[in-house]
């Protein structure tokens, strides 16, 4: 899994890595167009498709290799999402010490890097809390590191509302600990922990913020009760929490911490791979779909810092670099057929060029593209899952004389 990661890809949109497939192939019955492939009937002769492929059982030593690799480039991806939380951290710290427009643009750079990281980690973190007894740890933690959307006026002063939020609610006392309680306390848009409740801190409420609203306030019995002391708490407490999330989850993925992959490599090689099929399908529809609006009354993942599409893009990468490295060797060579592997590549190939064309905030894109895409992402969970069956292209087939019995 030699691309699972490529870096950088922060500063710049960069498409996820190509497979060294025959992108350009022409393949009836691929679910883009919804419907199949039709061919002329000629009266004298007609045309015998070539036995259908079949996938092989799963060998199981090229099982072992790639569940054994998959797991350590899942590591690598996560340690350095610990590490640009991390910095994301300490540039926070940094511009709560010295509020000027340079450090509140660093530290919203830090999170634009860490959120990517975060994304980009999810086609692992699905696998590793995919064991029935580990998914509802691993829903908390993601619900705790990327819950969306977030409710400006829960944390913050909204126009309108110049009491709003936790920033102005005194009888909060501002802990990490009361921070986790107070996270989708009566409803999923309450965020207080986690990315998109950081970006709100760090854009604003209205996507205006200055590093004026940073500065320390003085003054009265209390000056930490005063909304502007509180904002800074606030902020630092919410990239303490992302901090401290990622840091644990990178402590417990070694094999040596005897953890999370305990229960991953006690699982046989060809069950691993399965599992892995299975996590990256609940991660396309419950991930990817619902980052790609469907309408424009639909909820936005990052409407303030307009990093839907880089996420979507860091995450989708990881899922193609699984399926379809260079060189080959990955996930569709155990588990699908050529025709359903070169489908899958043109799939991710045209879904990328798509994404790649489209605005940025995503939520700016036609419907029609943005409905395309969805399409798209449908056609892709079609071919990773095999219920796809693609047909043999015409050039396949084999043409078969059928003459009349002599009298």
Sequence with gaps: MKNAVN????????????????????????????????????????????????????????????????????????????????????????L????????????KLAWLDAHREMAASMPFIKVAFSPADLQQSGNELLLALDSWPAQAGYLDTVPGYSSSGIVNDTAIELTLANLRKQHRLTAHEEASTGFHALEIMLWGPTSER?????????????????????????????????????????????????????????????????????????????????????????????????????????????????????????????????????????TFGELEERLLKMEDPIELAAPAELQRSRQQVDALIGLISGDTQVPARDEEMTPVSLQAPEE
């Excluded at 709560?96 to 530290?107: F, G, I, K, Q, V």
């Excluded at 006690?266 to 099929?277: E, T």
């Design 96 to 107: 709560l010490e010295s509020p000027t427009e340079d450090s509140l643009e660093t530290a």
């Design 7 to 94: 870096k950088p890809y922060f500063s710049r949109i960069t498409p996820f890595p190509r497979a060294k497939l025959p992108l350009a192939m022409a393949v009836c019955g691929l679910l883009l167009a919804g419907a199949g492939c039709e061919r002329k009937q000629v009266e004298t002769e007609v045309e015998q498709s070539a036995p259908a492929a079949t996938v092989p059982a799963v060998n199981v030593a090229a099982a072992e290799a790639f569940s054994s690799e998959y797991w350590q480039a899942g590591q690598a991806q996560v340690i350095d999402a610990a590490a640009a939380a991390q910095a994301l951290a300490r540039a926070v710290a940094q």
């Design 210 to 346: 200055s590093a004026e609203q940073f500065v320390a306030a003085s003054g009265g019995e209390q000056p930490e009760a005063l909304a502007a002391n509180r904002r800074r708490e606030l902020t630092r407490l919410i990239a303490q929490g992302i901090d401290e999330d990622l840091a644990q989850l990178s402590a417990r993925w070694p094999v040596t911490a005897n953890d999370l992959s305990q229960r991953y490599l006690a699982q046989a090689p060809v069950a691993r791979v399965q599992r892995i099929r299975s996590a990256h399908l609940d991660m396309l529809r419950n991930e990817v779909l619902p980052r790609l609006p469907e309408s424009s009354e639909s909820d936005v993942e990052s409407g303030h810092a307009a990093d839907s599409k880089q996420a979507l893009l860091a995450m989708l990468r990881n899922l193609q670099a699984c399926w379809l490295p260079e060189g080959g060797g990955g996930l569709a060579d155990l588990l699908l057929d050529r025709h359903q592997t070169a489908a899958l590549a043109k």
